[in-house]
């Protein structure tokens, strides 16, 4: 049995997706009595390879072409396709990032897989793996069986624990792969990173500001509390369509899924829409004046107050937690 | 220029899902549909470069006779012409995707939208598998683009930013909430609709590659806990997240 897991990164660092997935394929491996290889592409990469053994993997194989320091599908799949052939796994886990959700529809078709898109919990069953994955932006979940001789799961991400590296090295082997303009048809020229400095779909803490603070200017009192945690603010989707905030930040069905260990919902009443897009998060706190507010229902500790009293006061409160200057 | 646009007929956003007799659907009784949101973006983002640059926009969607109204919608929105492939039966991604391939070779459009995902099984499959078995280009979840000379420069939303991808035409897009807040079908677009056509075909067949075993609700979050009603109830809470929940 072979698990082949595509290592996401960018910029020569391994995305915290790409571990929680060879982590994942270890721990089904394990039980099935097999190898984890984890495929790296990039531009130069074979430095950073031999840390995915820290997270399980019994191998780690690189392509490394000049072109490939920035993302193109139609490259990216042409190599994972090739080298999924090469080596038969019985299953390619890819991370479903923004890049592994572009990647992962291509190399299935391509190796005519099965795609179980977005799992969030994987497991052995009859001797097959079954996979359940949220449908309905998390108002239900399926249990899914794939049907071809190799099927591809993409595994979202916050949700298999990648947990802290052995500091074990493995082993690289670099591999070639013939690529020519054709294969280009689609590049990345350019990334622009958001201000923001954390992703609210990255973060492992999210506070998400709503209608109730009656104007973009008291934003900033949700920064200075996701700055005091060290967390990335999110938006309800009033907030962006009112353009408070832009979209990128916004959580929910027409926004980012999230799932940080805590969310931290700031005069957000909790749309259906909303809370399909937070409520897998691990603690959810609510700061509302309604009680009656439906994102009480998800929450695990609520306050029913009014932000503009509680907010700073919670602020305050943590920095003296965790001891941090003011922000 | 030949523009496609391939659409959900979903339920609504707000819809409370309710698990189906079969245990592995949803129940539909009372569900109102509507296009994907997503798929919104898609038809207003076809009509705004079909405006700018002329062409052709068709909206094409898989399923039974319901997404008929899904697709008259569309053409109210300004489309001209729309495709039902019939039939209601369920598929998966990668049998949709192939109906709708085999479809647009005979048609091969400049550039086929799609929403970056349809709002009920949430793949984010369909639109880029179309563009692998047709070997085209795609930019994913993308939020604006722009055409220039046989190629067309879109930004996508990741992780953290943006980036900004150069595709050659033709090409596939699915598309994000961004630049193209959908229009709303005006009285006169309503009233063309009417007379303008819904061409029937019959999808081509392929077997599935995925199986539903089972559709069930996610376990239900334990009752919260109301720490209080003010700012006094704010050291309780810090004290909850460090002690109790130890997420701080």
């Not at chain 1, 991370?95 to 898109?117: E, I």
């Not at chain 1, 909790?270 to 929450?299: C, E, T, W």
Request: hydrophobic share 45%.
């Amino acid at each position: 049995m072979k698990i082949l897991v595509f290592a996401e990164q960018r910029d020569n660092k391994f995305k915290k997706p790409a571990f929680e997935a060879v982590r994942a394929a270890r721990t089904i491996a394990d039980e099935w009595g097999g190898n984890v290889v984890a495929l790296v592409l990039g531009s130069n990469v074979s430095s950073i390879a031999p840390e995915l053994g820290g997270y399980g993997a019994t191998k780690v194989l690189t392509v490394e072409d000049a072109r490939l320091g920035l993302y193109s599908s139609t490259a990216y799949a042409k190599i994972v396709a090739e080298v999924a052939r090469n080596q038969q796994p019985d299953a390619v886990f890819i991370p479903a990032t923004a890049m592994g959700k572009d990647l992962a529809p291509r190399v299935a078709v391509k190796l005519d897989a099965g795609l179980v898109a977005d799992c969030t919990a994987l497991k052995l069953e009859e001797g097959e793996l079954r996979a359940t994955r949220p449908v309905y932006a998390g108002k239900a979940l399926i249990e899914v069986r794939a049907l071809a001789p190799v099927n591809i799961y993409t595994l979202r991400p916050n949700v298999f624990t990648a947990g802290a590296s052995s500091g074990t090295t493995a082993p690289v082997e670099g591999v070639n792969v013939t690529l020519d303009e054709a294969d280009f048809l689609s590049v990345v020229k350019e990334v622009k990173q958001s201000s923001a400095k954390l992703d609210v779909a990255e973060a492992d803490i999210v506070v998400t500001g709503g209608r109730g603070l009656k104007g973009p200017e008291n934003f900033a009192m949700i920064e200075g509390l996701a700055a005091a945690l060290g967390g990335a603010v999110g938006a309800s989707r009033a907030v962006v369509d009112a353009g408070w905030r832009p979209h990128d930040e916004q959580v929910g069905q027409t926004g980012k899924t999230v799932s940080p260990s805590l969310y931290i919902a700031v005069a957000v009443s909790g749309a259906i829409q909303h809370l399909a897009g937070m409520s897998s998060s691990k603690y959810i706190v609510a700061i509302n004046k309604d009680k009656d507010a439906p994102i009480f229902q998800v929450a695990s500790y609520g306050i029913v107050g009014d932000a503009f009293e509680v907010v700073p006061a919670l602020t305050a409160e943590v920095q003296k937690l965790l001891g941090k200057g003011s922000s | 220029m030949k523009l496609a646009v391939c659409i959900s007929h979903v339920p609504d956003t707000a819809t409370k899902i309710t698990i189906g007799a079969d245990g592995k659907s949803i129940d539909t009784t009372g569900v109102n549909y509507i296009i994907g949101p997503y798929d919104e973006y898609a038809i207003e983002a076809a009509l705004r470069l079909k405006e700018k640059m002329t062409g052709e926009v068709v909206v094409i969607s898989l399923g039974g006779d319901a997404h008929k109204e899904s697709l008259r919608k569309a053409l109210a929105m300004g489309a001209d012409k729309a495709v039902l492939l019939k039939d209601a039966s369920p598929r998966d991604s990668f049998s949709v995707a192939r109906a709708v391939a085999d479809y647009l070779k005979e048609f091969s459009p400049d550039i086929t939208f799609f929403g970056k995902q349809a709002v009920d099984y949430d793949n984010s499959a369909v639109g880029l598998m179309v563009a692998e078995m047709l070997g085209l280009p795609s930019a994913a979840v993308v939020v604006k683009f722009e055409v220039k000379d046989g190629s067309l420069l879109a930004e996508r939303e990741i992780e953290g930013g943006h980036e900004v991808v150069e595709v050659k035409l033709p090409a596939v897009l699915t598309m994000q909430k961004g630049e193209y807040e959908p229009r709303y079908p005006s009285l006169k677009g309503i009233m063309a609709a009417k007379s303008k056509p819904i061409e029937e075909r019959q999808p081509s067949a392929s077997s599935p590659k995925v199986e539903i075993l089972s559709m069930l609700k996610p376990p239900p979050k334990p009752a919260g806990k109301i720490v209080g009603t003010d700012a006094s109830a704010v050291p309780e809470l810090v004290r909850l997240l460090h002690e109790e929940a130890k997420v701080i």
